[in-house]
């Protein structure tokens, strides 16, 4: 067999070969089994992780997103609590509250019952600290700029009178004189 070819068999072997390297290297891989994404922790255990994951997409919800791009919530925390101790812990405990609130996996909730526990834990650093992340992390992602119709910043270009101001497709067209005038400078 030639040895570009990669049969059933090489490929599980590399791929467990992959996968002790990561975890020779004191890392978790976090992954979807069923779909094809996945992410390096450095800090956080699939526990921590998962259950970041679900706080993220319970926070704000979009059911027609992937978890992938959840996901860099989460690498981004991983990554801020390698750097912080003190954030390492908020979040680790966090995690702990979220699962004790009803003595039940946060993970293993309905929606409802997960929008329940978070609405009481508003006011806690820690829910500030994800609900600041998911913000930051999640809404700059282009790619979830690009589901939502977002082109980006327009002001390098000039502005939206110059660049997208009449972009939407989704909206029939203004009657003309509702218009502003073309602009000639």
């Known amino acids: 067999m030639p040895k570009y070819v990669l049969d059933r ?62 996901a860099v919530v989460v690498e981004a925390l991983d990554a801020e609590a390698k750097k912080d101790g003190a954030t390492a812990t908020l979040l680790a405990e966090g995690v702990a509250k979220l699962d004790q609130a009803l003595a039940v996996p946060f993970t293993e909730l309905s929606e409802g019952t997960r929008t329940e526990v978070l609405e009481s834990m508003e006011g806690d650093p820690f829910f500030q600290k994800v609900r600041g992340a998911v913000v930051f992390h999640f809404y700059n992602n282009k790619l979830v700029w690009r589901h939502f119709g977002y082109e980006g910043s327009s002001f390098e270009y000039g502005g939206y009178i110059r660049r997208g101001f009449q972009d939407l497709g989704w909206l029939p067209d203004p009657p003309p004189e509702v218009s502003p005038p073309p602009y000639l400078g």
């Open 9 to 70: 068999r090489r490929f599980l072997r590399r791929s467990g070969q992959a996968v002790l390297a990561v975890s020779a290297a004191g890392r978790v891989m976090f992954f979807d089994p069923d779909r094809s994404w996945a992410i390096t922790l450095e800090v956080f255990d699939e526990r921590i992780a998962r259950t970041l994951l679900a706080m993220t997409r319970t926070l704000y919800p979009h059911p027609s997103l992937g978890d992938e791009y959840y």
